[in-house]
């Protein structure tokens, strides 16, 4: 069942120049995405078109680099997974929410994700689950959410509906995160795993587009092109950068390591959301992103005795 079994390495010093570059990036996603929308982008047709950037992106990437992309039953069933769980649905979800909420509150949002793998890995048996990472949930889950609460990065009289429909988007990573641990194909490049993802994205996408009366917006592929297409295939392009950069952590050191980019995300997507759009949190953001911080270090950190 499992595709591979390989124990993770020890994070080095690129590993972490990585996760930084990786947060700095899925921070920037929201607020590219609600600057899309105020200029009138739908959200299926602007994550179908991102998504595809991407696929094809990173496909030319693989193949300069003679990157083989698992074409083969379990790689097909890895893209597809993948492709849905991890990309097409959380990114689906949160373009739907940013016409409702800062961009800002996903970074506060987003790294709840660790908490979820940790709970999936737990039970799945590929974590030790420990009391000190147990608290670590509770803690960071209360961060979590502090930080949907009017007077946080949701301003009063937010949309807080829309708020906790973010936490959608954690529970995907978490999901995926866990998919592609245990069924990723055997030996494949992290490129080309990144790429059958993207491209698993844009099919179901792509088909969705189809469904009767969808109520996301079609993708209307013979329409004039205008701004928000250029801001859609600019989110491909970094997409396409930081899917790279996921899969190569992720195959390389584990995805409790790669979750960690919960800590640059707090960091970049309030501070994107801040330079772009304004967005002022309020005094609640200080309290809730210290025990989010608490949280994760109890999560994603590791006793001496299992270092």
Not at 48 to 55: D, L, M, N
Not at 173 to 193: I, M, T
Not at 227 to 256: C, E, K, N, P
Request: proline share 7%.
């Amino acid at each position: 069942m499992s595709a591979t079994s390989t124990i993770p390495a020890r994070p080095d010093a690129t590993a972490f120049l990585l996760l930084a570059a990786l947060g700095t990036l899925w921070g920037l996603t929201p607020a590219i995405g609600k600057t899309g929308f105020t200029l009138g982008a739908v959200p299926l047709g602007y994550v179908a078109r991102a998504a595809t950037v991407a696929a094809i992106a990173l496909f030319i990437a693989g193949a300069a680099r003679r990157r083989i992309l698992p074409l083969d039953r379990q790689g097909l069933r890895f893209h597809l997974g993948s492709g849905l769980i991890g990309f097409a649905v959380p990114n689906l979800v949160s373009f739907l929410a940013l016409r409702h909420v800062p961009a800002g509150l996903f970074s506060l949002v987003i790294p709840a994700a660790p908490l979820v793998t940790f709970v999936l890995t737990a039970v799945m048996g590929i974590e030790r689950p420990t009391m000190r990472r147990a608290g670590g949930v509770v803690i960071a889950l209360a961060g979590t959410l502090l930080a949907l609460s009017p007077g946080a990065a949701l301003p009063p009289g937010g949309a807080i509906g829309w708020a906790f429909a973010c936490l959608a988007v954690p529970v995907c990573y978490a999901v995926s995160n866990v998919f592609a641990v245990k069924f990723r194909p055997a030996g494949a490049d992290p490129l080309a795993l990144a790429c059958g993802t993207a491209a698993g994205a844009s099919f179901w996408l792509t088909l969705a587009s189809f469904l009767p009366g969808e109520p996301w917006g079609q993708i209307a592929p013979f329409r004039a092109p205008n701004i928000s297409d250029a801001l859609a295939v600019s989110q491909g392009l970094l997409t396409a950068v930081a899917y790279a950069i996921y899969f190569r952590l992720l195959t390389r050191h584990g995805g409790v390591f790669a979750s960690q980019v919960g800590y640059v995300l707090v960091v970049t997507g309030l501070g994107w959301g801040a330079l772009i759009f304004g967005e002022v949190p309020g005094l609640l953001v200080v309290p809730a992103t210290v025990l989010i911080f608490i949280g994760l270090a109890l999560v994603t950190s590791r006793s001496r005795r299992g270092r």
